[in-house]
């Protein structure tokens, strides 16, 4: 049984926030994945996998405060935390044959600018 949309987006946040074994990724992610946020866009699961171990997501929190799914896709909505900044931010998760093909990252910029 193929995990859900939802399992996807899950287990995309925990190794994420995780900032360890990110290559486990390619796991999840479809080979022509793309990544589409406000600071950073990226076309292809290598160079995006590549771009985390190269800056690892360390020191980051998240707390979810809504989640959904249909049968292609999940949007999960959280609370991101790292030192003095903690913003609302939106992930929606497009699932094409058990694995995540796009991810579309929501959230304002201003938190950012100092």
Known sequence: MNP????????????FYSGKNLETLSDILSENFKFEGPLFQCDSREAYIESLKSEPPIDFTYSVKHSFENE???CIIYQFSKAN???PMAQHFKVVDGKISHILLIFDTR???N
């Open 4 to 15: 859900t949309p939802l399992d996807l987006a899950t287990r995309y946040l925990e190794i």
């Open 111 to 113: 938190e950012f600018e």
């Open 85 to 87: 900044i903690s913003t």
């Open 72 to 74: 292609s896709s999940a």
